[in-house]
Every structure is written in structure tokens, then in C-alpha cells.
């Protein structure tokens, strides 16, 4: 009798267990609900919930690894296996899903165009010029978490998450509401925090005196002071001190923002920063690239890519390395309208994104596409385009930037798919292969005659080796 391989405690455990837990949902997306209207099929910015798969396989049992399986009628009908699971066990002690196509699939498609995740920039921000035009989201200097409180401080401009709201982010209710649940209370600590300032303050003016005493007498190595202690400052000197923070408002908002852990903020313009008492607020210019829009709420890359660069090369099956990455086909979402807010809107890999200029020598037919609707084009104007950064914003939305596609690398792409009838240099792909298929065919029905014609004094036979073309004449 056959004796079955033993399986390992844990190997049993793992081939008979199921899914019982999932993690939690998050938050929708902020935003206005009157923009999307009463829609029940809109698409929000980014999925809330964990998107689950399983092979079709199991899919035809309604084997998705839950704790029961899923009705076959709803589950089989989509032509991808995906499922986000909104209750493990409901009132009704059933499971409540809904299909997960909607972000499973965009987040396919925008793999496909691998585009990695750039950290935000200001058109007008000088620095830029001195900086990468893409900078990653996972470079080693900025994708940190894990700070001392020393560090946080240092490490202000760099970082992406903060304890601390974006104040520009918030509404005015929001933002009173923070001053009165989590400001005020922290009154008597901000104090504590003012005096080790102050303690450390002394200490260090106490060191630079007795260096420079040392210095004049031609001490090699000076002495130091003892720290002080923050309970050594009294409650005098730190009221002192805050009355004169009044009138520095940069180390004011440096110390508020310390405390607090607030994200940094991009101070506003001359002609904003006028208040009631005509004093001009002078606060520092930050370099954050989250200075002007805000932090994001998850990672940087919210997990949709993990490319660090696009500094790669295509290699084309045909005309080798190609200069530019290929372009994508995108949908005319809303026509170019003249005025302000009024650009094109155009759909790539389920997201949509501000339409390109269209306007260069090259894309003159883009720009027909985007100035006017043509409801006689059927599923709608679709145009080519090369998409060149990719980010995400504060409130967890992907904006990308397309620009116009060159002429030549539209032609290549549409000739690879095969909507190009005519070559585009020298003879086409498929010319070329059927020539040479019927060139052997040619050479082999030739062959084939002289061999079968056995009648002809030139027939060569088949056991010498002059069928062979070994014959020195």
C-alpha cells in the first residue's frame, strides 16, 4: 500500500484556512457630494475598500477564500475576478461585496504605462531650476517615517507625513474646531515647550561667552556650562518671552509648528498678506514640495506604482531603441472652451487629466479634436498623447500631466498594432514576411520538381552527393 507524505502542522493550517478578517476601510474621498450628483455607478478617487481576487477556477465553485462562498450570479458575470468585501458577517449574517473592477482595472491599466510617482512642483518656484525635473517619491532622503524628535525638526522640509493638519486645507469651521479641541487645551504643555527653548537658548549663549573668554586668554579648549534645567525659567521670563514672539512672526510660526507637528506652509503673496492692521506678514519661503497644495494622506505613491525613474529605453521589434517612450491613446472627455477654467479634459488609463496644448505643427488634427464636440465620431475623439508625470495630491487624487505625441512615434505605435496600411520606413513588417514566406515556398516547389522529375538527364539522385551540392563542378 502506498504511504501518503506526511504535511506539516502548519501547512495543513494554511491549506484549510480561510479569510475571516480584512482590514478596515478608510475614509472616502473629501470633496463635494453634490459634484457627483445622485450617481450610484461613479467611480470615487481611490478605492476605500481591499480589493480581493481568485482564479476562475475557483471563481466557478464561488471559492473566493471567504468564510462562505459567493453567489455565482453576481460573481461570474465580470470577465476579471474581482470582489472588495464591505462586511465579513452583516446583520442578515451573510457577506456583503460588490464588484472591485472598477479600481482593480485602473490600477492595471495605469501600470501599463509605466509612469513612476514624482513628488509635487511648483511651476513658479525658482528652486525647481537647481532640482530634478522629476523627483521620485521613494528617493532615500525624503521616503521616512521613522524620525526622532530632533529629526522631525531638521528633517521639516522633507518630510510627507505629519501629525498636524495643513492649516490651508482647512475650512473655517474646521479650523476653529481645531483651535478649541486640540489647541487651547495644550496651553500649559506649549509653555513646558517654551521653557526647554528657553533652557536650551541659555545654555547654548552661556557656552559661546565662555568660548569666547577662552579665546581671548589662548585656552586651547574651553569649558562648559552646565545645562540648564527647563524648571530653572520661570513663568515670567516665558510670558516675556511670547510677548516678544508678537513681533517675529517666522519664529513664532517655526516654534507653533515644532510644537504642533504642522505641515509646512507656503507663505502667501505680497497683495495676500496684508491684514486688517496693514502689517505685512514675512514668514520664510519653504522648499517642501508640499508647501503649496499640502501633504498627501497616505504614501506619496499611494501604492499605485513603485517605479523609482522612466529613464529606460523602449526597444521597438523593428526599429530597435526607441528616443521616446510610446504614446497612449486618450478620449476627448470635454472640449477646449475659451476663457479661464475652461481646458480640455481628456481620459488616460481611467483618470482624467487637463488636455494637451495641441497646437504644435505636428498634433494641428488633436487641436480640431479639443476645440469642438463631434457626436458623429463613433465612442467619442480619441487623440494621442505621451504622458510625462504623474503625482498625487492632498486629497489622494492622481493628476497627471500628457502632452502632444510626435507624429512619427504615433505612426510606430499604430503601425505595431496594425492601423497603419502603409510602411513607414522601407517596407512594412508584414510585407516583408510574407515576401520571404513566399520565397521559400518558391525555392522549396523548385527543389521538389527536380527531384520528382526523375525522366531529366540532370535529375540528381538522392544517395549521391551531387543532390546535395557537393559536387566540386
Known amino acids: 500500500m502506498a504511504s501518503t507524505r506526511g504535511m506539516s502542522p502548519g501547512a495543513a493550517l494554511l491549506r484549510t484556512s480561510r479569510m475571516f478578517s480584512l482590514p478596515a476601510a478608510i475614509p472616502s474621498p473629501p470633496g463635494n ?92 518656484d525658482p528652486s525647481r531650476v537647481l532640482r530634478p525635473a522629476q523627483r521620485s517619491v521613494f528617493e532615500a532622503d525624503t521616503d521616512v517615517t521613522a524620525f526622532s524628535p530632533d529629526q522631525k525638526i531638521q528633517e521639516a522640509e ?22 478649541t479641541k486640540t489647541v487651547r487645551p495644550k496651553r500649559a504643555e506649549f509653555r513646558k515647550f517654551i521653557q526647554k527653548k528657553l533652557a536650551a537658548q541659555k545654555t547654548e549663549a552661556a557656552n559661546r561667552e565662555l568660548q569666547e573668554q577662552a579665546a581671548l586668554r589662548g585656552d586651547a579648549v574651553a569649558a562648559k556650562q552646565k545645562p ?14 511670547l510677548r516678544q514672539l508678537r513681533n ?110 495641441g497646437s504644435t505643427h505636428s498634433n494641428l488634427k488633436n487641436a480640431t479634436l479639443m476645440e469642438k464636440f463631434d457626436p458623429n465620431i463613433e465612442g467619442g475623439a480619441k487623440i494621442w498623447v505621451n ?22 512615434d504615433v505612426l510606430i505605435a499604430k503601425e505595431l498594432i496594425g492601423e497603419v496600411s502603409e510602411p513607414i520606413f522601407g517596407s512594412a513588417p508584414v510585407r516583408q514576411q510574407q515576401k520571404s514566406f513566399k520565397r521559400i515556398a518558391m525555392t522549396a516547389e523548385r527543389l521538389r520538381g527536380r527531384y520528382m522529375d526523375s525522366s531529366s538527364p540532370s535529375a540528381p539522385t538522392m544517395s549521391g552527393s551531387s543532390g546535395y551540392g557537393l559536387d566540386k563542378e
Open 33 to 124: 457630494k453634490f459634484e457627483i450628483g445622485n450617481s450610484r455607478t461613479v467611480t470615487e478617487a481611490y478605492p476605500t475598500h481591499q480589493v480581493i481576487t481568485t482564479f476562475d477556477s475557483s471563481r466557478d465553485r464561488g471559492d473566493w477564500g471567504l468564510k462562505r462562498p459567493l453567489p455565482l450570479k453576481s460573481t461570474t458575470g465580470t470577465t476579471y475576478p474581482m470582489v472588495k468585501v464591505k462586511q465579513m458577517d452583516s446583520i442578515e449574517q451573510i457577506t456583503d461585496f460588490a464588484s472591485g473592477t472598477q479600481h482593480g482595472l485602473t490600477l492595471k491599466k495605469f501600470q501599463a504605462l509605466n509612469i513612476p510617482i514624482s513628488t509635487p512642483s511648483e511651476l513658479n
Open 158 to 179: 522633507r518630510r510627507w507625513k505629519f501629525t498636524g493638519p495643513w492649516l490651508a486645507g482647512m475650512t473655517p469651521g474646521e479650523f476653529k474646531e481645531y483651535l
Open 228 to 241: 540648564f534645567k527647563p524648571e530653572s525659567i520661570s513663568d515670567e521670563e516665558v510670558t516675556e518671552y
Open 248 to 357: 517675529d512672526n517666522q519664529v513664532l510660526y517655526d516654534l507653533v509648528g515644532q510644537f504642533l507637528d504642522l505641515a509646512p506652509l507656503k507663505p502667501p503673496q505680497a497683495a495676500e498678506a496684508r491684514v486688517q492692521n496693514s502689517l505685512m506678514i514675512n514668514l520664510r519661503a519653504t522648499d517642501s514640495p508640499y508647501g503649496a497644495r499640502g501633504p498627501p494622506i497616505t504614501h506619496p505613491s499611494a501604492g499605485i506604482s513603485y517605479l523609482r525613474t522612466s529613464a529606460y529605453l523602449d526597444n521597438h521589434p523593428i526599429y530597435g531603441p526607441q528616443k521616446s517612450h510610446p504614446p497612449v491613446e486618450a478620449r476627448v472627455l470635454k472640449p477646449r472652451r475659451g476663457g479661464l477654467g475652461n481646458d480640455a479634459k481628456v481620459g488616460v488609463a481611467g483618470f482624467v487629466a487637463d488636455g494637451p496644448l
Open 387 to 408: 504622458v510625462d508625470k504623474a503625482t498625487v495630491d492632498s486629497t489622494g487624487r492622481i493628476q497627471l500631466t500628457v502632452n502632444d505625441a510626435k507624429a512619427t
